[in-house]
Nanobody, 125 residues
Framework: QVHLVESGGGLVQPGGSLTLSCAVS????????AGWYRQAPGKQRDLIAT???????????NYGDSVKGRFTISRDNAKNTVFLQMNNLKPEDTAKYYC???????????????WGQGTQVTVSS
């Protein structure tokens, strides 16, 4: 069974940095695409960053306006992990962060893996 495990959250001061990890647990061949989301208390879950495998052209990435220029999404296929590097964090970045992914299974099939338990990020002085 394939599922996702988000980690790396914590308490950080404004202006600080964190790197979140989204690890695919289970046997897969590769990660084709992934997205990071966040949900603040009382608000909807928003998509903030995506990454799509591009082969020889390199991966393509997209970001929501609220995080563009501060957050960077990347993936490491050898580790079956997607990362979210977050710099210059602001109090409004406080939320629970989740990921999802489209993966290629060992037999060549395509599988969508939904959110894990999430990881909490709190930005406060």
């Amino acid at each position: 069974q394939v599922h996702l495990v988000e980690s790396g959250g914590g308490l950080v001061q404004p202006g600080g940095s964190l790197t979140l990890s989204c690890a695919v647990s289970g046997t897969i061949f590769s990660i084709n695409a992934a997205g990071w989301y966040r949900q603040a208390p009382g608000k909807q879950r928003d998509l903030i960053a995506t990454i799509t495998a591009g082969g020889s052209r390199g991966d393509s990435t997209n970001y929501g306006d609220s995080v563009k220029g501060r957050f960077t999404i990347s993936r490491d296929n050898a580790k079956n992990t997607v990362f979210l590097q977050m710099n210059n964090l602001k109090p409004e970045d406080t939320a629970k962060y989740y990921c999802d992914a489209h993966v290629v299974t060992r037999n060549g099939g395509s599988l969508f893996v939904s959110w894990g338990q999430g990881t909490q990020v709190t930005v406060s002085s």
